[in-house]
Nanobody, 121 residues
Framework: QVQLVESGGGTVLPGGSLRLSCAAS????????MGWDRQAPGKQKELVAHITKGGRTNYTDSVKGRFTISRDYAKNTVYLQMNNVQPEDTAVYYC???????????????WGQGTQVTVSS
């Protein structure tokens, strides 16, 4: 199994920046696609961004040009740089990762516990 631990959430002013981090640990043979979802109050969870093992990225339209997803392969960590944040970005952000277990060869997906991002003046 692989565990994900997020950090970096908090409260930020509109137009400000925030950087989320998510570190994976466990019996990792391979981390494939990693990404971030978010869930705002009263809304369904939505994909924010993901990055493949090869480095290809994909973003939901509302964050294009403002958010950047990246990963550090040596640290098994994925990041979400959030710039020019807006009140509508307020949500709990969850990271996720597709992985291959190096002991059982099992493939699976894990989610982090979530980190709150609040954009407010």
């Amino acid at each position: 199994q692989v565990q994900l631990v997020e950090s970096g959430g908090g409260t930020v002013l509109p137009g400000g920046s925030l950087r989320l981090s998510c570190a994976a640990s466990g019996n990792i043979a391979s981390l494939n696609t990693m990404g971030w979802d978010r869930q705002a109050p009263g809304k369904q969870k939505e994909l924010v961004a993901h990055i493949t093992k090869g480095g290809r990225t994909n973003y939901t339209d509302s964050v294009k040009g403002r958010f950047t997803i990246s990963r550090d392969y040596a640290k098994n960590t994925v990041y979400l740089q959030m710039n020019n944040v807006q009140p509508e970005d307020t949500a709990v952000y969850y990271c996720n990762a597709d992985w291959l277990d190096d002991i059982t060869s099992q493939a699976g997906r894990s989610w982090g516990q979530g980190t709150q991002v609040t954009v407010s003046s």
